[in-house]
């Protein structure tokens, strides 16, 4: 069994075929040639790093025409250094003279910073693709700025869209930006079903997220009481920035990734399964009415997913080591334990909640897993604090950016108010 009732009889037909983002990609004529500029957002991230190889690994074809960080400046100066972007952007004006000190003689790109900073270098002109991997709700405006320029955007920071997924949507009309998954499992979906194959989501019974389960799959419930902060970010699978490994711990990910996937495909949630796979191979699967099921399978490397999104619609050629599928052996599947890991249940829950369920979720998870991280609160404080949020929160409208944002912070307010009342770890 799944998280879904999936089996049961197929959906009444509520699939509006203009609501997912990428359910009309303009073909390859339309879209810019090679080399391709690019835009790297979060680029000293994990996400940033590993499209840097890809750029290191086919120069013919990508070239790095801005980059941004935020805290990591001795990064930023030497990928910047070895990379050559015209324009750079950190978070503040005292991090833009440090970081200008730091680079090599006769290089001096134009330095930026602060949220204008982003949303300048995510709009340039002098780009083709921006990737956006800024971790967090920091990365919405400039996604945003992105959208409205009518940018390709290799999307990676999934909160853009459970925060703001229908502002995007419109921008994306307005502008003709196109936004391609690079979250692995929703791209595996766009690489399993294809362009054709976007276009017949209506046939697709279910979407199936796949989930490795994270480092706590096996561990019996008592255990989770007791789970450090060493012990969350150790992921088994996937080597990915603290704050998305906690959301892998706690399922939390996976719920943030069922919104995002029916805010790109255009299907509600109960059409979007979740079983977890613990090898992390297959990828994600599409489940036809009659029975078919299309997966992608790979192995769990992030480059994969950039490549495909960067190079978008010819595959880049990567050094990764094929899968042995004989050495696997087997490909295992099990339910999500709901009870243990509640906070899969509770994304799905904020989405019945209205467009500030989702953004309301996300701020409290966000500074829940701050507080954690920081040993303000223990792990089991995160579901809690995300369920106190959506409880605390009365139904407001939410359709504009400063409504956003302004439930996003009065969210961590309240959550961290909240927080004090919770045992510190020892
Ligand atoms: P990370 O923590 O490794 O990197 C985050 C990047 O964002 C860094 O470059 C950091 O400097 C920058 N940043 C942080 N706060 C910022 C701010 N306030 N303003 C501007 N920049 C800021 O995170 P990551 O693992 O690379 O994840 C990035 C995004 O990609 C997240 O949204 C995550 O959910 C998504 N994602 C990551 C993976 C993965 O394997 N790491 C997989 C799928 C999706
Ligand atoms: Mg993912």
Redesign the pocket.
Same mark, same amino acid.
């Given at each position: 069994m799944t998280d879904t009732a999936a089996h049961a009889t197929p959906p009444a037909p509520e699939y509006d075929p203009g609501a997912g983002y990428i359910s009309s990609l303009p073909g390859e004529d339309a879209l810019p040639g090679f080399p391709r500029r690019l835009c790297l957002? %979060?680029?000293? &991230?994990?996400?940033?790093?590993?499209a840097l190889r890809v750029v290191e690994e086919h120069p013919e074809r990508f070239a790095v025409a801005a980059l941004?960080?935020?805290?990591?400046l001795a990064l930023?100066a030497e990928q910047a250094a070895r990379f050559r972007p015209a324009r750079l952007?950190v978070?503040d004006a005292s991090g833009a003279d440090a970081l200008a000190g730091m680079l090599p003689a006769g290089y001096s790109p134009d330095i930026v910073h602060g949220?204008e900073g982003?949303a300048s270098l995510a709009s340039d002109a002098d780009s083709d693709v921006v990737l956006?991997?800024?971790? %967090?709700a920091? &990365?919405l405006v400039?996604t945003l700025a992105a959208v409205r320029a009518g940018k390709i955007v290799a999307l990676?920071?999934?909160?853009s869209l459970v925060l703001a997924g229908d502002l995007i949507r419109q921008a994306c009309r307005e502008s003709g930006a196109v936004i391609l998954p690079?979250?692995?499992e929703h791209n595996a979906l766009f690489q399993a079903l294809g362009g054709p194959g976007l276009r017949e989501l209506p046939h697709v019974a279910t979407l199936v997220l796949t989930a490795s389960g994270g480092p706590f799959r096996d561990k019996p419930a008592a255990f989770l009481q007791t789970v450090t902060r060493e012990q969350a970010l150790d992921h088994p699978n996937?080597?990915?920035?603290?704050?998305?490994?906690v959301?892998s711990s706690t399922l939390m990910?996976k719920g943030?990734e069922v919104i995002e996937a029916c805010r790109l495909f255009g299907l509600p949630p109960g059409r979007v399964e979740v079983v977890v796979h613990p090898q992390s191979i297959v990828h994600s699967l599409a489940r036809y009415h009659d029975g078919s099921l299309l997966a992608h399978l790979g192995p769990p490397d992030?480059r994969l997913?950039i490549a495909y999104c960067l190079g978008y619609p010819r595959r880049t050629p990567l050094d990764l080591p094929p899968v042995d599928l004989v050495a696997l052996g087997a490909l295992t599947f099990e339910a999500p334990r709901h009870d243990d890991f509640p906070c899969l249940s509770l994304a799905r829950h904020s989405l019945s909640l209205g467009a500030w369920g989702p953004v309301a979720l996300n701020a409290a998870n966000e500074t829940a897993v701050e507080l954690f991280l920081t040993g303000q609160v223990a792990f089991l404080d995160i579901p809690r604090l995300v369920e106190f949020a959506l409880n605390a929160q009365a139904g407001v409208y939410a359709d504009d950016l400063d409504a956003i944002l302004e439930i996003d912070r009065t969210t961590r307010k309240r959550v961290r108010e909240r927080a004090i009342g919770c045992a510190p770890r020892g």
């Open positions: 957002l %979060g680029g000293t &991230g994990s996400i940033g790093k590993s941004a960080g935020a805290a990591n930023l952007c978070l949220p982003y956006s991997a800024i971790v %967090g920091a &990365g400039p990676a920071n999934k909160e690079v979250d692995s996937w080597s990915m920035g603290p704050k998305i490994s959301d990910n943030l992030m997913a």
